[in-house]
């Protein structure tokens, strides 16, 4: 018995929720394969589109995989073949797409021993081995769909929300590798008070705006106090990009998780698209080449 997933990719952050926003993408991600086998264990024995460990403890999706077998009593294995279309380092939830397949695959198989929520815990699994850190912002809304808040990680606390019917992301990947561990490496340990005031209003207003259908809230709470000025610097062209989606018609603009991708938001597949079109124009410009999606958040 086996399964067919399409994987999303996703965008984490939201500008104002480190590590505790994401949302889901519609048209962009990797496809797996999940079978059931009589042989124990966890096997990956596939992947295309990306040079990456076929060992079980050294792939995110195997040591997502284990991570939930090793709460389950079950005499049967599992095979994975990996289709990868999500670059590494891209901030668009490259890991967060293969560990939440994992799981989610098993589970369906198994006749859902678990929930999608409590699928989280395990997928966070992966993302440590990718990063050094198990952060949900990814898989959550891979798991769930949607806009995704983690309100705690310990103990887990997943919620997903509401939000408007259209709302597109734009998202714009110059072709550099960016590690989730490097990016987090320039990141302060501590904040001031100042901005922390800042950055919990901006949280709360893009989840009342997202959940009363405001755009023009949304747009004001897509704000970054704290990580964005460190990590920007690390993408080229960064405001440029942000300024012309802005001057587009974003509602806001930022860092898709921890970069070089960056993503606007915007009302309308037309805003949209043409905030692609004027983003393009910039790298193009900078000779720097770039991948490009517009997706309807699903
Ligand atoms: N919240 C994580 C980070 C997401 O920004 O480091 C990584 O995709």
Not at 17 to 30: K, P
Not at 106 to 130: C, H, T
Not at 274 to 289: D, F, G
């Amino acid at each position: 018995m086996e399964i067919k997933l399409f994987c999303p990719a996703t965008i984490a952050n939201l500008s104002c929720g480190f590590d505790v926003l994401g949302l889901c993408l519609d048209n962009a991600g990797d496809e797996m394969i999940v079978r059931k086998v009589a042989q124990k264990g966890v096997r990956i024995t596939k992947i295309e589109g990306a040079d990456l460990p076929l060992e079980t403890e050294k792939n995110v999706a195997g040591v997502a995989a284990l991570a939930m077998l090793e709460t389950l009593d079950v005499d049967c294995g599992f095979e994975i073949e990996i289709y990868k279309h999500i670059k590494a380092g891209s901030g668009i939830g490259s890991s967060a797409a293969s560990s939440a397949g994992a799981v989610f695959g098993i589970n369906e198989l198994l006749g859902q021993p678990y929930s999608r929520k409590e699928l989280v815990q395990f997928a966070m699994q992966g993302e440590k081995l990718a990063s050094g850190n198990a952060h949900a912002d990814n898989v959550a809304p891979a798991l769930l769909g949607g806009f995704t808040l983690v309100r705690s990680y310990s103990p887990l606390d997943i919620i997903r929300i509401d939000s408007p019917e259209e709302l597109f992301a734009t998202v714009v990947h110059p072709q550099i590798e960016l590690k989730t561990s490097d990016a987090r490496s320039v990141l302060k340990q501590t904040v001031s008070l100042k901005s922390a005031i800042m950055q919990w209003g901006n949280v709360g207003g893009l989840v009342a705006g997202l959940y009363t259908k405001d755009y023009d809230l949304i747009g004001r709470s897509l704000h970054d106090e704290i990580v964005e000025p460190l990590r920007s610097v690390l993408i080229p062209g960064f405001d440029l990009i942000k300024q012309t989606a802005l001057e587009n018609g974003a509602l806001g603009s930022g860092i898709s998780g921890s970069g070089p991708s960056i993503f606007a938001l915007s009302k309308g597949k037309n805003t949209a698209d043409q905030i692609a079109k004027a983003m393009s124009e910039v790298y193009e410009k900078m000779n720097l080449p770039y991948e490009i999606h517009v997706s309807k958040i699903n």
